[in-house]
């Protein structure tokens, strides 16, 4: 299968939301509202200070995507790059997708020279991710992530 790994566009922002629609409603039953969704895309595009998209490509669709978002580490001097919001579509999955991806934000990673590691997160339920995020080389933090609604 011919996949290619880029860095998404603003031109991608409505299949971008599109797919964050599928996957809050696939991984978590929620609802989310359609303009708010394409306004959360717009936003990261907006404001190159919050991280970015990278998408697959297959036979011109867009079959996956991720968005990478940073935190500082004082103790590295340097940043952590958090995978965030990876969905690959239905018909594209257990083909590598998500794989390549990987392997296109590793080496990115690598040539920005002041990443100091990748991170995410996990839904304890989402047994299929945790076991493709082990493949990748992850493994579980001595962290426990806490959250607070505003």
Do not use: P
Not at 57 to 75: P, R
Not at 120 to 129: E, G, H, R, T
């Amino acid at each position: 299968m011919d996949v290619t790994v880029r860095k998404a566009m603003e031109d991608d922002a409505a299949v971008i939301s599109g797919n964050n629609i599928r996957m809050a409603y696939e991984t978590e039953g929620r609802v989310l509202d359609a303009d708010t969704a394409l306004k959360g895309v717009l936003g990261l595009f907006e404001d190159e200070s919050r991280g970015f998209y990278i998408v697959a490509e297959c036979k011109g669709e867009i079959a996956g995507q991720c968005m990478i978002t940073y935190e500082w580490s004082d103790w590295n001097c340097g940043s952590y790059w958090w995978i965030q919001s990876v969905y690959v579509r239905e018909d594209f999955r257990r083909k590598g997708i998500f794989r390549k991806i990987y392997e296109f934000i590793a080496e990115l990673s690598v040539s920005e020279g002041d990443v100091c590691g990748l991170r995410l997160y996990v839904d304890d339920d989402n047994l299929n991710a945790i076991e493709v995020y082990g493949r990748m080389g992850f493994s579980r933090s001595h962290y426990l992530m806490f959250e607070k609604g505003l």
